[in-house]
T-cell receptor, first 113, second 111 residues
Framework: EADIYQTPRYLVIGTGKKITLECSQTMGHDKMYWYQQDPGMELHLIHY???????EKGDLSSESTVSRIRTEHFPLTLESARPSHTSQYLCASSVDRGQETQYFGPGTRLLVL | GESVGLHLPTLSVQEGDNSIINCAYS??????FIWYKQESGKGPQFIIDIRSNMDKRQGQRVTVLLNKTVKHLSLQIAATQPGDSAVYFCAENRGYSTLTFGKGTMLLVSP
């Protein structure tokens, strides 16, 4: 069982607000990831990190930003939320030893009004 | 943004039956594949993985088969139970420690 946490689990917010989705893992994993997933759809990689001070953009263009100041923490920020940002956001981590298995958090479901 | 996944393939089985979920992958250079199970309201959960130097791998009640010739992956679940009802995703290693996920198959198990 993976120890990876996301907060909040659900968020309803108005257009134009700044939001930060939190993700923390206690496994000491070097690599962390953010995915966006609409209901019934596949996961799309939006950001990832190889370790502290490393951030990369994924496949899906996203207006969000991420930071990796500590190994265990990988927050995602939207400076100005819009209804098109409504989706589920999933955080994952993996160990950097030639194994690509990613372990996922429970997700944050975001609704922007 | 949000959209309705009306096109999600669905497999309906009776409890106790064996289930087979299929996945076609895109990159012939992929060397690692994973099956995930996602229950409603939860994040994906690791089920089983397989490397490209293998054709078959077995776990508890699950078997993954890999056919590299036709770039096809399957997940077999033996004696399917209602608790197996979920959406199942295959994922392939795309390099740089990132995964590409397939579109998912919903498995519905009726008692």
């Amino acid at each position: 069982e993976a120890d990876i946490y996301q907060t909040p689990r659900y968020l309803v917010i108005g257009t134009g607000k700044k939001i930060t989705l939190e993700c923390s893992q206690t496994m000491g994993h070097d690599k962390m990831y953010w995915y966006q997933q609409d209901p019934g759809m596949e996961l799309h990689l939006i950001h990832y990190s190889y370790g502290v001070n490393s951030t990369e953009k994924g496949d899906l263009s996203s207006e969000s930003t991420v930071s990796r100041i500590r190994t265990e923490h990988f927050p995602l920020t939207l400076e100005s939320a819009r209804p098109s940002h409504t989706s589920q956001y999933l955080c994952a981590s993996s160990v950097d030893r030639g194994q690509e298995t990613q372990y996922f958090g429970p997700g944050t479901r975001l609704l922007v009004l | 943004g949000e959209s309705v996944g009306l096109h999600l393939p669905t497999l309906s089985v009776q409890e106790g039956d064996n289930s087979i979920i299929n996945c076609a992958y895109s990159n012939s250079a992929s060397d690692y594949f994973i099956w995930y199970k996602q229950e409603s309201g939860k994040g994906p959960q690791f089920i089983i993985d397989i490397r490209s130097n293998m054709d078959k791998r077995q776990g508890q009640r699950v078997t993954v088969l890999l056919n590299k010739t036709v770039k096809h992956l399957s997940l077999q679940i033996a004696a399917t139970q209602p608790g197996d009802s979920a959406v199942y995703f295959c994922a392939e290693n795309r390099g740089y420690s990132t995964l590409t996920f397939g579109k998912g198959t919903m498995l519905l198990v009726s008692p």
